[in-house]
């Protein structure tokens, strides 16, 4: 399959794996494993958006609040992921909806490839046995691509997600050009991004910025990137 890269993608170093391109409705994923997995993972990912979509038929406010919802015991297990992450973050249940996806397509793959690289827009699951880099995309900051986090095989199954005020479709009340948030889960890593994001209206934000998003329990590192302008924290590694 012939993959056109979206602008605003990450980029994964990936030797040795081979890559391919998933699209459904608005889910538009980039996936490495060892072996050609696209018809498992079209299942996948029909599963889970079918999961999220009946949710939202069943509770509208899934979809449109912008602050945390109640938790729901008796829902899907993706549905309850989404809903812990965004109130852990302080935002609405589908800020958390790329990173979720590419964690729960990722963790069905994992029956099948060892080593496996799920991107959803700038979010990505990653699974890997060999030591990674992540170039991150920061639109016109000539920090872009310049960038990179190295995430070692210790560290790794991983959410690395990344909200951009001035790239991309996901909605972000911020002006930050990236906002890259790591966690053990890519729900709230997803979440945790948009977040902080929104409090990211210039330079003079980044050190607020990272101060309150270090609060969030569960994550484990923060790059913020304005301009030429950059700011990190936590158990994060640039190269």
Do not use: W
């Amino acid at each position: 399959m012939e993959y056109q890269e979206r602008t605003y993608r990450n980029s994964v170093s990936k030797e040795n794996l081979v890559s391919f391109q998933v699209k459904v409705g608005e889910t538009d994923l980039y996936i490495s494993a060892e072996e050609d997995l696209t018809e498992i993972t079209l299942e996948s990912v029909y599963k889970y958006r079918r999961l999220i979509e009946e949710y939202i038929k069943y509770r509208p406010q899934f979809l449109s609040s912008l602050v945390p919802i109640e938790p729901d015991k008796m829902a899907p297990a993706i549905i309850r992921d989404m809903l812990r992450a965004s109130g852990t973050a302080g935002v609405g249940p589908m800020a958390s909806v790329a990173g979720a996806i590419a964690q729960y397509v990722g963790l069905d793959l994992l029956k099948y490839s060892d080593n496996i690289i799920v991107e959803n827009g700038g979010d990505i699951f990653l699974k890997s046995e060999r030591e990674t880099n992540v170039g991150i995309f920061a639109g016109e900051s000539p920090l872009s691509y310049k960038v990179a986090l190295r995430i070692r095989s210790e560290d790794i199954p991983l959410g690395i997600c990344t909200s951009s005020g001035t790239v991309g479709h996901s909605l972000s009340l911020g002006k930050a050009d990236a906002v890259c948030v790591t966690s053990k889960s890519a729900s709230l890593a997803d979440a945790a991004a948009t977040s902080i994001g929104n409090r990211v209206n210039g330079e003079g934000d980044i050190k607020a910025a990272i101060k309150t998003g270090a609060d969030i329990e569960g994550i484990l590192g923060i790059l913020i990137i304005v301009g030429d302008k950059m700011g990190a924290y936590g158990a994060i590694e640039l190269v």
